[in-house]
Protein backbone atom coordinates (compact mmCIF):
# COMPACT_ATOMS: atom_id res chain seq x y z
CA UNK A 1 0.00 0.00 0.00
CA UNK A 2 1.29 3.86 -0.94
CA UNK A 3 2.04 6.08 1.85
CA UNK A 4 -0.23 8.94 1.66
CA UNK A 5 2.51 11.39 0.30
CA UNK A 6 2.61 8.98 -3.06
CA UNK A 7 -0.70 9.10 -3.30
CA UNK A 8 -0.72 13.11 -3.00
CA UNK A 9 1.93 13.86 -4.94
CA UNK A 10 -0.09 11.48 -7.95
CA UNK A 11 -2.89 13.79 -7.80
CA UNK A 12 -1.14 16.70 -8.33
CA UNK A 13 0.28 15.75 -11.51
CA UNK A 14 -0.44 18.10 -14.50
CA UNK A 15 -2.89 16.60 -16.84
CA UNK A 16 -3.86 19.12 -19.41
CA UNK A 17 -7.70 18.04 -19.34
CA UNK A 18 -8.06 17.83 -15.54
CA UNK A 19 -5.71 20.70 -13.76
CA UNK A 20 -6.39 20.75 -10.25
CA UNK A 21 -8.69 18.14 -7.83
CA UNK A 22 -12.54 17.58 -7.66
CA UNK A 23 -12.42 18.48 -4.16
CA UNK A 24 -13.98 21.33 -3.29
CA UNK A 25 -11.90 23.94 -1.81
CA UNK A 26 -14.34 26.30 -0.69
CA UNK A 27 -11.49 29.27 0.25
CA UNK A 28 -14.42 32.08 -0.04
CA UNK A 29 -15.37 30.96 3.26
CA UNK A 30 -11.80 29.84 5.35
CA UNK A 31 -11.27 33.29 7.06
CA UNK A 32 -7.99 35.14 6.56
CA UNK A 33 -5.81 36.21 9.54
CA UNK A 34 -5.42 39.80 9.57
CA UNK A 35 -1.54 40.44 9.86
CA UNK A 36 -1.49 44.23 10.40
CA UNK A 37 -1.07 43.91 13.95
CA UNK A 38 -2.43 47.00 14.83
CA UNK A 39 -0.97 49.14 17.57
CA UNK A 40 1.61 46.33 18.64
CA UNK A 41 5.15 48.08 18.58
CA UNK A 42 7.28 48.20 15.26
CA UNK A 43 11.04 47.94 14.76
CA UNK A 44 12.47 49.08 11.58
CA UNK A 45 15.34 47.18 9.93
CA UNK A 46 18.43 48.38 8.66
CA UNK A 47 19.47 47.26 4.55
CA UNK A 48 21.95 44.96 6.22
CA UNK A 49 19.19 42.71 8.45
CA UNK A 50 17.06 39.94 6.42
CA UNK A 51 16.73 38.52 2.99
CA UNK A 52 16.53 41.62 0.36
CA UNK A 53 14.74 39.12 -2.25
CA UNK A 54 11.60 37.78 -3.09
CA UNK A 55 12.34 34.27 -3.45
CA UNK A 56 12.47 32.29 -6.77
CA UNK A 57 9.78 29.92 -6.33
CA UNK A 58 7.24 31.89 -5.07
CA UNK A 59 5.60 33.82 -8.30
CA UNK A 60 4.96 36.84 -6.61
CA UNK A 61 2.12 35.25 -4.42
CA UNK A 62 3.57 36.22 -1.13
CA UNK A 63 2.61 32.57 -0.12
CA UNK A 64 5.75 32.79 3.00
CA UNK A 65 5.61 34.54 6.49
CA UNK A 66 8.12 34.80 8.18
CA UNK A 67 8.28 35.08 11.87
CA UNK A 68 11.67 35.62 14.39
CA UNK A 69 12.62 34.73 17.86
CA UNK A 70 15.30 36.93 18.76
CA UNK A 71 17.36 37.11 21.88
CA UNK A 72 20.60 39.94 22.81
CA UNK A 73 19.70 41.31 19.28
CA UNK A 74 18.82 44.81 18.44
CA UNK A 75 15.54 44.76 19.51
CA UNK A 76 13.94 43.45 22.80
CA UNK A 77 14.26 39.59 23.53
CA UNK A 78 10.77 38.35 22.17
CA UNK A 79 8.67 36.95 19.17
CA UNK A 80 8.49 38.98 16.01
CA UNK A 81 6.24 39.36 12.62
CA UNK A 82 9.08 40.37 9.48
CA UNK A 83 6.77 42.98 7.85
CA UNK A 84 8.27 42.63 4.47
CA UNK A 85 6.56 45.24 2.75
CA UNK A 86 7.20 48.12 5.59
CA UNK A 87 10.63 45.81 6.29
CA UNK A 88 9.79 45.91 10.13
CA UNK A 89 9.79 43.62 12.91
CA UNK A 90 6.47 43.68 14.64
CA UNK A 91 5.98 43.05 18.25
CA UNK A 92 3.72 39.65 18.99
CA UNK A 93 5.19 37.87 21.67
CA UNK A 94 6.96 37.85 25.03
CA UNK A 95 8.93 35.35 27.14
CA UNK A 96 6.01 33.18 27.39
CA UNK A 97 5.75 32.34 23.54
CA UNK A 98 9.40 31.81 23.43
CA UNK A 99 8.97 29.06 25.63
CA UNK A 100 6.21 27.94 24.24
CA UNK A 101 8.42 27.85 20.42
CA UNK A 102 10.89 26.02 22.02
CA UNK A 103 9.04 23.35 23.40
CA UNK A 104 7.71 22.53 19.89
CA UNK A 105 11.36 21.41 19.00
CA UNK A 106 13.44 17.85 20.03
CA UNK A 107 16.36 19.95 20.43
CA UNK A 108 15.00 22.32 22.87
CA UNK A 109 18.72 23.55 24.69
CA UNK A 110 20.19 24.24 21.12
CA UNK A 111 17.61 26.48 19.77
CA UNK A 112 16.99 28.11 23.23
CA UNK A 113 20.81 29.52 22.82
CA UNK A 114 20.45 30.73 19.03
CA UNK A 115 20.12 34.32 18.65
CA UNK A 116 17.66 34.49 15.90
CA UNK A 117 15.16 31.84 15.47
CA UNK A 118 13.29 32.22 12.23
CA UNK A 119 10.31 30.46 12.04
CA UNK A 120 8.65 29.75 8.18
CA UNK A 121 5.13 29.83 7.37
CA UNK A 122 3.34 28.55 4.25
CA UNK A 123 0.25 30.52 3.01
CA UNK A 124 -2.50 28.64 1.56
CA UNK A 125 -4.59 30.76 0.51
CA UNK A 126 -1.94 32.83 -1.39
CA UNK A 127 -1.16 29.98 -3.56
CA UNK A 128 -4.41 28.02 -4.11
CA UNK A 129 -5.66 29.92 -6.72
CA UNK A 130 -2.61 29.06 -9.24
CA UNK A 131 -1.76 25.84 -8.15
CA UNK A 132 -5.33 24.08 -6.84
CA UNK A 133 -4.03 20.76 -5.03
CA UNK A 134 -0.56 21.05 -5.94
CA UNK A 135 -0.33 24.17 -3.82
CA UNK A 136 0.66 22.50 -0.50
CA UNK A 137 3.61 21.31 -2.02
CA UNK A 138 4.79 24.55 -4.08
CA UNK A 139 4.32 26.58 -0.82
CA UNK A 140 6.93 23.87 0.68
CA UNK A 141 9.78 24.70 -2.51
CA UNK A 142 8.94 28.56 -1.86
CA UNK A 143 9.39 28.19 1.73
CA UNK A 144 13.06 26.38 0.93
CA UNK A 145 13.93 29.10 -1.23
CA UNK A 146 13.21 31.76 1.41
CA UNK A 147 15.53 29.30 3.82
CA UNK A 148 18.19 29.28 1.28
CA UNK A 149 17.72 33.30 0.37
CA UNK A 150 17.95 33.97 4.26
CA UNK A 151 20.69 31.76 5.52
CA UNK A 152 22.75 33.23 1.87
CA UNK A 153 22.64 36.48 3.91
CA UNK A 154 23.23 35.10 7.00
CA UNK A 155 26.63 33.53 6.16
CA UNK A 156 27.54 36.40 3.94
CA UNK A 157 27.73 38.50 7.36
CA UNK A 158 29.29 35.47 9.14
CA UNK A 159 26.64 33.83 10.74
CA UNK A 160 26.40 30.33 11.71
CA UNK A 161 23.18 29.15 9.62
CA UNK A 162 21.61 25.62 10.75
CA UNK A 163 18.31 24.32 9.12
CA UNK A 164 15.96 22.88 11.84
CA UNK A 165 12.83 20.83 9.94
CA UNK A 166 11.39 18.88 13.10
CA UNK A 167 9.17 20.40 15.61
CA UNK A 168 5.30 19.92 16.29
CA UNK A 169 3.28 21.89 13.64
CA UNK A 170 0.52 22.75 16.23
CA UNK A 171 2.31 23.69 18.44
CA UNK A 172 3.94 26.41 16.86
CA UNK A 173 1.05 27.46 14.88
CA UNK A 174 -0.81 27.98 18.23
CA UNK A 175 2.67 29.90 19.44
CA UNK A 176 2.00 32.29 16.41
CA UNK A 177 -1.90 32.51 16.80
CA UNK A 178 -1.89 31.08 13.01
CA UNK A 179 -5.24 30.35 10.67
CA UNK A 180 -6.12 26.96 9.97
CA UNK A 181 -4.64 27.34 6.23
CA UNK A 182 -1.50 28.57 7.58
CA UNK A 183 1.46 26.35 7.92
CA UNK A 184 4.57 26.30 9.74
CA UNK A 185 7.04 24.31 7.28
CA UNK A 186 10.23 25.22 8.62
CA UNK A 187 13.04 27.07 10.80
CA UNK A 188 16.28 27.84 11.19
CA UNK A 189 18.97 28.60 13.91
CA UNK A 190 21.15 31.61 13.48
CA UNK A 191 24.03 31.98 15.85
CA UNK A 192 26.81 34.25 15.21
CA UNK A 193 30.13 33.64 14.36
CA UNK A 194 32.03 32.97 17.73
CA UNK A 195 29.37 31.78 19.20
CA UNK A 196 30.13 28.27 21.46
CA UNK A 197 26.43 26.89 20.51
CA UNK A 198 26.63 27.38 16.98
CA UNK A 199 30.42 26.18 16.80
CA UNK A 200 29.31 22.33 18.63
CA UNK A 201 26.11 22.32 16.61
CA UNK A 202 23.95 19.57 15.76
CA UNK A 203 25.11 18.52 13.17
CA UNK A 204 28.40 20.57 12.01
CA UNK A 205 26.23 22.48 10.03
CA UNK A 206 26.41 19.53 7.09
CA UNK A 207 22.32 19.44 7.19
CA UNK A 208 22.76 15.80 7.18
CA UNK A 209 20.14 14.75 9.85
CA UNK A 210 16.36 15.22 9.85
CA UNK A 211 13.95 13.37 12.15
CA UNK A 212 11.27 10.58 11.55
CA UNK A 213 7.64 10.88 12.39
CA UNK A 214 7.30 7.07 11.90
CA UNK A 215 5.49 6.80 14.87
CA UNK A 216 2.59 9.05 14.26
CA UNK A 217 -0.29 7.62 12.58
CA UNK A 218 -2.13 9.56 10.46
CA UNK A 219 -6.14 10.34 12.15
CA UNK A 220 -9.42 9.21 10.56
CA UNK A 221 -11.62 11.84 9.26
CA UNK A 222 -10.49 15.37 9.20
CA UNK A 223 -11.87 19.31 9.05
CA UNK A 224 -9.84 20.52 6.29
CA UNK A 225 -11.38 21.39 2.85
CA UNK A 226 -8.72 20.10 0.77
CA UNK A 227 -6.47 16.72 0.06
CA UNK A 228 -3.28 19.13 0.83
CA UNK A 229 -4.06 20.40 4.45
CA UNK A 230 -5.16 16.11 4.67
CA UNK A 231 -1.37 15.31 3.57
CA UNK A 232 -0.15 18.09 6.18
CA UNK A 233 -1.94 16.13 9.04
CA UNK A 234 -0.29 12.77 7.75
CA UNK A 235 3.44 14.25 7.81
CA UNK A 236 2.53 16.26 11.53
CA UNK A 237 4.65 15.46 14.55
CA UNK A 238 2.54 15.09 17.62
CA UNK A 239 5.22 13.93 20.35
CA UNK A 240 8.97 15.09 19.86
CA UNK A 241 10.21 12.26 22.43
CA UNK A 242 9.39 10.07 19.43
CA UNK A 243 11.32 11.31 17.02
CA UNK A 244 14.36 9.28 15.75
CA UNK A 245 17.04 11.13 14.32
CA UNK A 246 18.17 9.96 10.71
CA UNK A 247 21.49 10.26 8.92
CA UNK A 248 21.80 9.00 5.19
CA UNK A 249 24.28 11.03 2.86
CA UNK A 250 25.29 9.08 0.06
CA UNK A 251 28.53 10.20 -1.24
CA UNK A 252 29.82 6.86 -3.39
CA UNK A 253 30.37 7.12 -7.46
CA UNK A 254 27.10 6.31 -9.85
CA UNK A 255 27.12 3.82 -13.12
CA UNK A 256 28.24 5.04 -15.96
CA UNK A 257 30.51 7.88 -17.66
CA UNK A 258 32.27 10.49 -14.59
CA UNK A 259 32.26 14.02 -16.01
CA UNK A 260 34.36 16.23 -13.28
CA UNK A 261 33.29 19.61 -12.86
CA UNK A 262 35.55 22.73 -12.59
CA UNK A 263 36.36 24.82 -10.01
CA UNK A 264 34.02 27.51 -9.15
CA UNK A 265 34.56 30.56 -11.40
CA UNK A 266 35.06 32.99 -8.35
CA UNK A 267 35.95 32.37 -4.69
CA UNK A 268 32.99 32.06 -2.44
CA UNK A 269 33.96 35.51 -0.81
CA UNK A 270 33.10 36.82 -4.45
CA UNK A 271 29.32 34.81 -3.79
CA UNK A 272 28.69 36.24 -0.69
CA UNK A 273 29.87 40.04 -1.66
CA UNK A 274 28.20 40.14 -5.38
CA UNK A 275 24.54 38.91 -3.59
CA UNK A 276 24.22 42.05 -1.73
CA UNK A 277 23.97 43.93 -5.15
CA UNK A 278 21.84 41.78 -7.09
CA UNK A 279 19.02 43.83 -9.10
CA UNK A 280 15.38 41.71 -8.13
CA UNK A 281 14.42 39.63 -10.86
CA UNK A 282 12.16 40.46 -13.41
CA UNK A 283 8.64 39.33 -12.82
CA UNK A 284 8.43 38.95 -16.54
CA UNK A 285 9.01 35.74 -17.86
CA UNK A 286 10.96 36.19 -21.01
CA UNK A 287 12.04 33.72 -23.42
CA UNK A 288 15.69 32.31 -23.90
CA UNK A 289 18.33 33.18 -26.29
CA UNK A 290 20.03 30.67 -27.92
CA UNK A 291 24.03 30.37 -26.20
CA UNK A 292 26.47 27.75 -25.87
CA UNK A 293 27.83 28.08 -22.00
CA UNK A 294 31.44 28.02 -21.05
CA UNK A 295 31.82 25.55 -19.46
CA UNK A 296 33.55 27.86 -16.06
CA UNK A 297 29.83 29.26 -15.88
CA UNK A 298 27.97 25.76 -16.25
CA UNK A 299 30.35 24.30 -13.55
CA UNK A 300 30.11 27.56 -10.98
CA UNK A 301 26.04 27.96 -11.21
CA UNK A 302 26.20 23.78 -10.34
CA UNK A 303 28.55 24.63 -7.76
CA UNK A 304 27.77 27.54 -6.06
CA UNK A 305 24.25 25.14 -4.92
CA UNK A 306 26.76 24.41 -2.20
CA UNK A 307 26.69 27.83 -0.83
CA UNK A 308 24.27 27.21 1.83
CA UNK A 309 23.54 23.19 2.41
CA UNK A 310 23.39 20.74 0.05
CA UNK A 311 21.20 18.06 2.16
CA UNK A 312 19.58 21.24 4.28
CA UNK A 313 16.16 19.19 4.89
CA UNK A 314 16.22 15.92 3.50
CA UNK A 315 19.05 13.70 5.09
CA UNK A 316 20.63 13.46 1.35
CA UNK A 317 17.50 11.59 0.18
CA UNK A 318 17.03 14.21 -3.41
CA UNK A 319 18.51 12.97 -5.72
CA UNK A 320 19.78 15.66 -8.46
CA UNK A 321 19.62 15.14 -12.69
CA UNK A 322 21.10 17.66 -14.79
CA UNK A 323 20.48 17.67 -18.52
CA UNK A 324 22.58 19.49 -20.68
CA UNK A 325 22.00 20.71 -23.95
CA UNK A 326 24.53 22.94 -25.23
CA UNK A 327 27.70 23.43 -22.43
CA UNK A 328 31.45 24.06 -24.11
CA UNK A 329 33.51 20.54 -23.75
CA UNK A 330 30.52 18.95 -21.70
CA UNK A 331 28.55 15.86 -23.67
CA UNK A 332 24.69 16.73 -24.20
CA UNK A 333 22.99 14.40 -22.24
CA UNK A 334 21.51 13.20 -18.94
CA UNK A 335 23.52 13.32 -15.72
CA UNK A 336 23.32 12.54 -11.82
CA UNK A 337 25.26 14.75 -9.81
CA UNK A 338 27.01 14.50 -6.88
CA UNK A 339 27.91 17.43 -5.02
CA UNK A 340 30.33 15.30 -2.42
CA UNK A 341 32.56 14.32 -5.67
CA UNK A 342 32.17 17.70 -7.58
CA UNK A 343 31.22 15.27 -10.50
CA UNK A 344 28.62 14.17 -13.23
CA UNK A 345 27.92 10.86 -14.25
CA UNK A 346 26.05 10.06 -17.55
CA UNK A 347 22.74 8.39 -17.54
CA UNK A 348 21.45 8.78 -21.27
CA UNK A 349 23.09 9.58 -24.36
CA UNK A 350 22.00 13.19 -26.09
CA UNK A 351 17.99 13.98 -25.92
CA UNK A 352 16.13 15.61 -28.16
CA UNK A 353 15.49 19.01 -27.32
CA UNK A 354 12.16 19.45 -29.09
CA UNK A 355 10.72 16.72 -27.17
CA UNK A 356 12.34 18.24 -23.66
CA UNK A 357 10.63 21.55 -24.74
CA UNK A 358 6.92 19.60 -25.24
CA UNK A 359 7.22 17.84 -21.76
CA UNK A 360 5.87 21.24 -20.02
CA UNK A 361 2.74 23.05 -20.39
CA UNK A 362 4.33 25.87 -21.14
CA UNK A 363 6.71 25.21 -23.89
CA UNK A 364 7.80 28.87 -25.27
CA UNK A 365 9.73 29.10 -21.22
CA UNK A 366 12.02 26.07 -22.15
CA UNK A 367 12.99 26.93 -25.45
CA UNK A 368 16.66 27.37 -26.01
CA UNK A 369 17.58 25.96 -22.18
CA UNK A 370 21.04 25.82 -21.95
CA UNK A 371 20.91 22.90 -19.28
CA UNK A 372 18.19 21.95 -16.79
CA UNK A 373 18.33 20.75 -13.36
CA UNK A 374 15.51 18.07 -12.29
CA UNK A 375 15.30 17.24 -8.71
CA UNK A 376 14.10 14.22 -8.04
CA UNK A 377 13.61 11.37 -5.05
CA UNK A 378 11.61 7.72 -4.40
CA UNK A 379 9.06 8.72 -1.99
CA UNK A 380 8.71 4.79 -1.10
CA UNK A 381 12.26 5.02 0.29
CA UNK A 382 12.23 8.16 1.63
CA UNK A 383 8.90 7.63 3.52
CA UNK A 384 10.36 4.55 4.71
CA UNK A 385 13.16 5.96 6.61
CA UNK A 386 12.07 9.17 7.23
CA UNK A 387 7.70 8.79 7.70
CA UNK A 388 5.34 10.73 5.70
CA UNK A 389 6.98 13.87 6.86
CA UNK A 390 9.86 12.89 4.28
CA UNK A 391 7.82 14.42 1.70
CA UNK A 392 8.27 18.30 3.35
CA UNK A 393 11.20 17.50 3.46
CA UNK A 394 12.02 16.66 -0.18
CA UNK A 395 10.08 19.46 -1.10
CA UNK A 396 11.73 21.85 0.86
CA UNK A 397 15.58 20.96 -0.07
CA UNK A 398 14.36 21.43 -3.79
CA UNK A 399 13.37 24.62 -3.47
CA UNK A 400 16.41 25.39 -1.17
CA UNK A 401 18.51 24.62 -4.11
CA UNK A 402 16.47 25.98 -6.76
CA UNK A 403 16.98 29.55 -5.05
CA UNK A 404 21.13 28.56 -4.75
CA UNK A 405 20.59 28.16 -8.59
CA UNK A 406 18.91 31.30 -9.16
CA UNK A 407 21.29 33.35 -7.36
CA UNK A 408 24.73 32.04 -9.18
CA UNK A 409 22.90 32.03 -12.29
CA UNK A 410 22.38 35.75 -12.01
CA UNK A 411 25.49 36.19 -10.60
CA UNK A 412 26.79 35.20 -13.98
CA UNK A 413 24.45 37.29 -15.96
CA UNK A 414 22.72 34.28 -16.86
CA UNK A 415 18.85 32.96 -15.59
CA UNK A 416 17.39 29.97 -13.89
CA UNK A 417 13.74 29.70 -13.88
CA UNK A 418 11.64 27.20 -12.02
CA UNK A 419 8.87 25.39 -14.57
CA UNK A 420 5.69 24.29 -12.45
CA UNK A 421 3.69 22.26 -14.69
CA UNK A 422 5.24 19.17 -16.82
CA UNK A 423 4.30 16.09 -18.32
CA UNK A 424 6.39 14.38 -15.90
CA UNK A 425 6.19 10.62 -17.07
CA UNK A 426 7.11 12.24 -20.65
CA UNK A 427 10.31 13.98 -18.86
CA UNK A 428 11.13 11.01 -16.74
CA UNK A 429 11.28 8.98 -20.41
CA UNK A 430 13.60 11.12 -22.12
CA UNK A 431 15.59 11.86 -19.48
CA UNK A 432 15.99 7.99 -18.17
CA UNK A 433 14.82 8.69 -14.88
CA UNK A 434 13.86 5.44 -12.92
CA UNK A 435 10.48 4.56 -12.66
CA UNK A 436 10.04 4.56 -9.08
CA UNK A 437 11.30 8.19 -9.04
CA UNK A 438 8.98 11.13 -8.99
CA UNK A 439 10.03 14.53 -10.44
CA UNK A 440 9.86 17.28 -7.40
CA UNK A 441 10.97 20.22 -9.10
CA UNK A 442 12.47 21.20 -12.63
CA UNK A 443 14.75 24.48 -12.88
CA UNK A 444 15.61 25.49 -16.46
CA UNK A 445 18.76 27.85 -17.34
CA UNK A 446 19.55 29.94 -20.10
CA UNK A 447 19.87 33.96 -20.84
CA UNK A 448 17.02 35.83 -21.34
CA UNK A 449 17.14 37.23 -24.81
CA UNK A 450 17.28 41.03 -23.24
CA UNK A 451 20.33 40.59 -21.66
CA UNK A 452 21.88 38.74 -24.34
Known amino acids: MPFYSETYHESTLYAPRSVGDPI ?5 EVPIADRR ?9 GESKLPLHAPVSADALDSVAVYVVVRNGSVPDGVYYYDAESRELVSIGSKQAMSALVDAFPEKEF ?11 GMMERAVWRFREAAYRQVQMDVGSACANAMLFAKSRGERVFPVGAFVDDAVAVALGLGRTEIPLAAMAVFRENSAAGFNSLDEGMGEFAYSNRNEVLEPGTRYPARFLLQNRAE ?20 GEEFPLAPAKFPNEYFFREIWFLRPRSAALRPFAAMTMDLDDFSSILRWMEMGQINAFGAGLLKVWVVVFDAMFVYPGSYRYVPVRKSLYMQAGKLDVKKFVKCFSTPEQAQNTTFAVIFTADLNEACNLLGE ?18 MGARLLNKNARPLHFAYQESLKDLCGIP ?4 ILSTVV ?8
Do not use: M
Not at 236 to 255: E, F, Q, S, Y
Not at 391 to 406: K, M
Not at 445 to 451: A, C, F, T
Open 111 to 121: VSQADCLYVFV
Open 435 to 438: VGES
Open 445 to 452: VGKDVSSH
Open 389 to 406: RAYRYLNLNAGFLAENLD
Open 236 to 255: CICDVGGCVKIRRVATKALP
Open 24 to 28: ALHWE
Open 37 to 45: YRGAKRFPL
